[in-house]
């Protein structure tokens, strides 16, 4: 039973969500998908949003479309809760552990609520997309006001209609995935490094993996729309861009016209963007003409995430993954051999269901073999409605934590030996930000994502420059600016 005052427009279904529509995806148009709320600019202009997102960066690139929607009718981002008017949450669900964190979150709200009742509560993001979350949200905490999810984002004005001038509490998480929406607004968080989404979605269904059910099947955007975005921000003097997709190498498929990730990475390396990078790479669409393209373009970062997950061919067909542990080990021989200064990472689970210590042994010899410059690392977390939660042994959890160390340890040792072999060298560092341990040196990253503090100031910021690695740590280098001369 689901509390009177919400509205259930509509309630998600994960059955709905993993399947694909009989129809070819709508490609809409956000203004024309939208009433013209003319009442709704002068009921939020100047009203603050507190937004706080969860997860990848799929739900980074959502944030900024919803501020950038809220911007249309004139609120503002504000970091305080207590200033806040509007509270959204963009939650992701893709382990448990991701889940507690906003479900911590949201109980802070409730005080906040009652000394200010004119406040909205909002929950987006992937966890709206499970059914037993919405109903233990919306009884568990009754000053939410409403729930939207991934799908919904450019419907964000009838939302804040219904909230803020209908007055209304209200479900419409809507888990089928239909459309393609165009000409989103964005507020993007950065000035000189941009995330393009070229597609959304996942039809690769790994056995343990939730995100098909919260992202709904494969759609890309066409190769023109991605191109035109991409040309504006060159324009508009970005340096970096980055190809965004659960899977971008299955980009295009549904297109039909013969589009694929390659052609549509070398369409953007050609604008002339600085620095151009792409997450993520499934190793089941991994082929030789994307690796051909990368080789070919200096603006095309020799860094890949090209997550493995295990390196034990039985728990690779247990995922559903599509590759065994021979095959994976020649696509990453083949990328060394045609592009020799690559810098590999991966994202690597342990403790899935019934892996044995020799199971985990694959593994650890697989990236030991590999040599990863960058490893994430995470213990299985069983999740609702996908087929790994129901296999039969699960791992315990001493078992999985003790894998967990020792494949951090040994990530640790690797990824450590590189940063040595580092000092001494040169490398162009795209500088981002003021280094948060000390504020007299800037941070950015080199081509193959490895992080590098300089002595600098807020001037460095968004411009590449050339240093020189003076001493490593494990997860950071120390350099120094070489001539003073910025690169751009
Ligand atoms: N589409 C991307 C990212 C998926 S989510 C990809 O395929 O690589 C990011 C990572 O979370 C995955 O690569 C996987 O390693 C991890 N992950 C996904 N589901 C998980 C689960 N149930 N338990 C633990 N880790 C999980
Ligand atoms: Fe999840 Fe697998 Fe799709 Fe990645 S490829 S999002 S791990 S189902
Ligand atoms: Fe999390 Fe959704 Fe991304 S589950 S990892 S925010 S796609």
Redesign the pocket.
Same mark, same amino acid.
């Not at 963009?90 to 382990?95: D, F, G, K, S």
């Given at each position: 039973m689901l509390p009177k005052k919400f509205h259930i427009y509509s309630f998600p279904d994960f059955k709905k969500a993993r399947v694909k529509p009989d129809t070819p995806f709508k490609r809409e148009d956000y203004i024309s998908l939208n009433e013209n709320y003319a009442n709704l600019s002068s009921v939020l202009r100047g009203k603050k949003v507190y937004m706080r997102t969860? @997860? #990848?960066?799929? !739900?980074v690139r959502d944030e900024e479309t919803m501020l950038g929607i809220l911007k249309t009718f004139g609120m503002k981002r504000t970091p305080n809760k207590e200033d806040a008017d509007l509270v959204i949450l !963009? $939650? #992701?669900? *893709? &382990?448990e552990n991701?889940e507690e964190k906003v479900y911590g979150e949201i109980g802070s709200f409730k005080s906040l609520k009652k000394n200010k009742p004119t406040m909205k509560i909002a929950l987006c @993001? %992937?966890?709206c997309l499970e059914p037993p979350v919405v109903e233990k949200v919306v009884n568990t905490y009754p000053f939410i006001d409403f729930l939207f999810g991934?799908h919904d984002i450019a419907r964000l004005p009838t939302f804040l209609h219904r909230a803020f001038v209908m007055g209304e509490s209200f479900v419409d998480v809507i888990s089928s995935s239909g459309e393609v929406v165009e000409n989103l607004p964005s507020l993007r968080s950065e000035r000189f490094k941009a995330f393009v989404n070229i597609m959304y979605g %996942?039809d690769k269904f790994c056995s343990y993996c939730? *995100?098909p059910s $919260? &992202?709904g099947r494969e759609r890309s955007r066409l190769l023109k729309d991605v191109v035109d975005e991409c040309k504006g921000l060159v324009k508009r003097g970005y340096i970096e861009i980055t190809l965004l997709g659960?899977n971008v190498n299955a980009y295009g498929k549904d297109l039909k016209d013969g589009t694929s990730f390659a052609s549509l990475l070398e369409e953007v390396a050609k604008l002339g963007i600085k620095r151009l990078r792409f997450i993520t790479s499934h190793p089941f669409d991994f082929d030789d003409e994307l690796i051909d393209v990368i080789a070919r373009y200096d603006n095309i970062m020799k860094y890949i995430h090209l997550p493995v997950q295990s390196g034990s061919t039985r728990i690779l067909t247990l995922m559903n993954r599509r590759y065994d542990r021979e095959g994976y080990l020649s696509l990453v021989n083949r990328i060394k051999t045609k592009i020799p200064n690559v810098a590999l990472s991966s994202d690597i689970i342990v403790g899935f269901p019934s892996e044995t210590e020799e199971d985990f042994l694959d593994t650890l010899s697989l990236v030991e073999e590999v040599q990863y410059s960058t490893l994430f690392t995470f213990i299985y977390s069983p999740r609702p409605f996908t087929p790994a939660t129901i296999m039969k042994d699960q791992v315990d959890d001493k078992i999985k934590h003790e894998r967990f160390i020792r494949l951090s340890k040994l990530s640790e040792k690797i990824i450590e030996k590189q940063a040595k072999k580092m000092v001494g060298k040169t490398y162009d560092v795209l500088i981002e930000e003021i280094s948060k341990k000390d504020d007299s040196f800037v941070s950015g990253y080199t081509e193959n994502y490895k992080l590098v503090h300089v002595k600098g100031d807020s001037s460095f910021i968004g411009k590449i420059i050339k240093v020189r690695i003076t001493s490593s740590h494990t997860y950071s280098l120390i350099g120094e600016i070489i001539d003073g001369q910025e690169n751009n």
């Open positions: 969860y @997860g #990848c960066q799929a !739900n !963009n $939650t #992701c669900a *893709v &382990r991701a @993001g %992937c966890m991934t %996942c939730i *995100v $919260t &992202r659960q």
